[in-house]
């Protein structure tokens, strides 16, 4: 099955979990909440959160050159989620991405 058609199969989980998430992540950084590794990122700071994107993008670098397509996904998703902690700390809209692709996307399409 083509990447094309397992996007299209699973779109039930699709791009719409990165806004749950995002929002999760949003409600971590208000409230103190017990073992939240998100709330332990965030009383870290920024210095931590950057190490930590720093530390997945190379992971997805390895896993992308020795891993199976299964661990290069989780890498993939590890660093998602890092990314999106950072964007909260730096207190990004994940609207001002979806803009800043849409932007890129119309230039492609001509529109
Ligand atoms: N998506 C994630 C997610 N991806 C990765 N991680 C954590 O990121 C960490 C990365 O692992 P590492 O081994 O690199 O880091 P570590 O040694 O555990 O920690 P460090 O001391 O290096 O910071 C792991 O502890 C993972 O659990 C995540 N933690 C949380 N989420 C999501 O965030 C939501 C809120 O989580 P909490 O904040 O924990 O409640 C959860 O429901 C999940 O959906």
Known sequence: MSIREQNQ???DIGPSIIDILYEIILTRKEEDIEG???RYLFDQG???I???VGEESAEVIIAS???SPREI???IAD???HLLVLMAERKIPAQEVYLELAKRL??????
């Open 50 to 52: 950057c190490k930590k």
């Open 79 to 81: 660093l998602l989620y």
């Open 106 to 111: 119309n230039k492609t399409l001509g529109i």
């Open 9 to 11: 199969k699973q779109h």
């Open 65 to 67: 050159k020795n891993g």
């Open 46 to 48: 920024i210095d931590k």
């Open 36 to 38: 939240s590794y998100t």
């Open 73 to 75: 996904s989780c890498e």
